[in-house]
């Protein structure tokens, strides 16, 4: 998975520096719960689309229309689930991030 899926590559970097930031941050204990699920739920949906686009491809010829439609709903649901999720870290995080950098 890691050396065939660039989009895993970039989301496992996100997601060791947003770690880390949950770690140096004084968060609550639920935001850092939080944060480690919204990690989780877009590790989840990445490999969950990874396999629905291979399955896809041993089925129906790659430019068949259904499986082109799949694959992007599959896309989609992925990146709406990375934006709500960079939503709430931007929620969590943003008051330390201007406390940091206003002393």
Do not use: C
């Amino acid at each position: 998975m890691f050396r065939n899926e660039q989009n895993f590559r970039i989301q496992l970097v996100v997601a060791v520096v947003v770690a880390g930031f949950a770690w140096y941050f004084p968060l609550s204990d639920a935001e850092r719960i939080l944060v480690l699920l919204l990690i989780m739920l877009i590790f989840i949906l990445e490999l969950v689309n990874s396999a629905i686009e291979r399955f896809t491809d041993i089925l129906k010829p790659r430019m068949h229309q259904h499986v082109r439609v799949v694959k992007d709903i599959m896309a989609g649901t992925v990146l709406i689930a990375s934006v709500g999720a960079m939503i709430l870290g931007l929620m969590i995080f943003a008051p330390h991030i201007i406390e940091l950098f206003s002393k």
